[in-house]
T-cell receptor, first 110, second 109 residues
Framework: DVKVTQSSRYLVKRTGEKVFLECVQD?????MFWYRQDPGLGLRLIYF???????EKGDIPEGYSVSREKKERFSLILESASTNQTSMYLC?????????FGPGTRLTVT | KNEVEQSPQNLTAQEGEFITINCSYS?????LHWLQQHPGGGIVSLFM???GKKKHGRLIATINIQEKHSSLHITASHPRDSAVYIC???????????FGQGTRLTINP
């Protein structure tokens, strides 16, 4: 079974803090993705990565950066958290077209 | 206009009813996912299909590539089917998904 894990289920941070969200997959997938999910807006792609050290911007990259130093790990970084980044964050990995999602991290920025 | 449109946005039905959720897309795709998300839970892929029809238990997914339309059907619905169902299109030539807005399904006992 493919497993995608995320470092936290719930996270509360203060405005201006640097926030790291970690995602790890155990199936040697090349492709990894970070999404955010908001009521009324659905799922939106923040960043994705096709390989180690490679990244591409998704639809809403502003305010975020990513890091992929190892194939199994894809990190999402909020350099200076803001209240409009309060959201559910979902990581996924894929092999060909099949995507596998992590459990999500609900981030609240106060 | 979104590239992937789902209908209805909300659906409430009685246990046992036959359920249909529709998805239309306006872009070229290589495949389409139907995803399920329970409250507070992660997302699970129910089906990935690029043509025809797939069945898993009480769930059936169909896709018509010419009409750019897919449907998810649930037979003999049960309260445990209550969840958000999301269709997501895999854009041709890319690994990215484009998501519909989701359909919130509630099955009452």
């Amino acid at each position: 079974d493919v497993k995608v894990t995320q470092s936290s289920r719930y996270l509360v941070k203060r405005t201006g803090e640097k926030v790291f969200l970690e995602c790890v997959q155990d199936m040697d997938h090349e492709n990894m993705f970070w999404y955010r999910q908001d009521p009324g807006l659905g799922l939106r792609l923040i960043y994705f990565s096709y390989d180690v050290k490679m990244k591409e911007k998704g639809d809403i990259p502003e305010g975020y950066s990513v890091s992929r130093e190892k194939k199994e790990r894809f990190s999402l970084i909020l350099e200076s958290a803001s209240t409009n980044q309060t959201s559910m964050y979902l990581c996924a990995s894929s092999h060909y077209n099949e995507q596998y999602f992590g459990p999500g991290t609900r981030l609240t920025v106060t | 206009k979104n590239e992937v449109e789902q209908s209805p946005q909300n659906l409430t039905a009685q246990e046992g009813e036959f359920i249909t959720i529709n998805c239309s897309y306006s872009v070229g795709i290589s495949a389409l996912h139907w995803l399920q998300q329970h409250p507070g839970g992660g997302i699970v892929s129910l089906f990935m299909l690029s043509s025809g029809k797939k069945k898993h238990g009480r769930l059936i997914a169909t896709i018509n590539i010419q009409e750019k339309h897919s449907s998810l059907h649930i037979t003999a619905s049960h309260p445990r089917d209550s969840a958000v169902y999301i269709c997501a299109a895999i854009i041709q030539g890319a690994q990215k998904l484009v998501f519909g807005q989701g359909t919130r399904l509630t099955i009452n006992p």
